[in-house]
């Protein structure tokens, strides 16, 4: 296994579920090779310098196909406590552990009303985001990725960059849709709120609703593929 940075933030709770986050796939899940679909090469090992994945090979833009949706269980009722489109960048290596970074989520405030969690050190805001770590892997004869997120209220108060954030586990489907043309998302989710992917390690409290493209365009030219080891 190549070697991969991680980066670690403090876990704190604020405000209950303002911040969020998920990540490990299941115990059962396959190793994955993954290479430029361009090249044919292995993707290169992924070290994040200054917010951005250094001398990655494969690196996608993730869009939305519609807003995502945060639920929250509260033992009587499911209530929608999120709503926001998002646009993400994507760097992986080849054993398929990688990164996102450069997160815009919209609308800021309103129905979205959570921001990415950045770095709490001093200097001029707005602070960069933290990037989140994911891994690709082959779980039931399909693909899983297992991504850790992390979001804080959204405020207009430059006080509140800089909040970490709460570790929450959740494994979404990777889809090949043809010539390498990737969907993300989590299972069916009905109206009441039932379905999607819980955070486990809440103890299914809260559950995470969306479906994103892999999107090509001029900074992001290539797909990747995806072997199954």
Request: aromatic residues 6%; hydrophobic residues 35%; proline residues 5%.
């Amino acid at each position: 296994m190549r070697a991969l940075r991680t980066l670690s933030t403090a876990a704190a709770m604020v405000g209950g579920l303002l911040l969020l986050a998920f990540g490990a796939p299941a115990a059962s899940a396959q190793a994955v090779e993954m290479s430029n679909e361009t090249t044919g090469e292995h993707c290169s090992d992924v070290t994040m310098v200054g917010h951005e994945p250094a001398g990655a090979s494969c690196t996608v833009r993730i869009v939305s196909e519609r807003p995502y949706t945060l639920w929250l269980h509260n033992g009587m009722a499911e209530v929608a406590f999120s709503g926001c489109s998002t646009e993400f960048e994507a760097a992986f290596n080849e054993d398929g552990d990688g990164y996102i970074y450069n997160q815009v989520l919209t609308p800021e405030g309103g129905a979205c009303g959570r921001e990415p969690c950045d770095e709490g050190e001093a200097g001029s805001t707005p602070h960069k985001s933290l990037a989140w770590p994911v891994s690709l892997s082959e779980s039931g004869g399909g693909l899983v990725l297992a991504w850790t997120f992390c979001l804080y209220a959204h405020s207009s108060d430059p006080a509140t960059e800089g909040t970490a954030g709460t570790p929450c586990q959740v494994n979404v489907l990777v889809t090949d849709e043809g010539n390498h043309d990737w969907e993300v998302g989590t299972p069916a989710m009905d109206q009441n709120g039932n379905g999607g992917a819980p955070c486990t390690n809440l103890g299914g409290a809260v559950e995470w609703d969306g479906h994103w493209l892999v999107e090509r365009n001029e900074n992001h030219p290539d797909s990747f593929e995806v072997e199954h080891l």
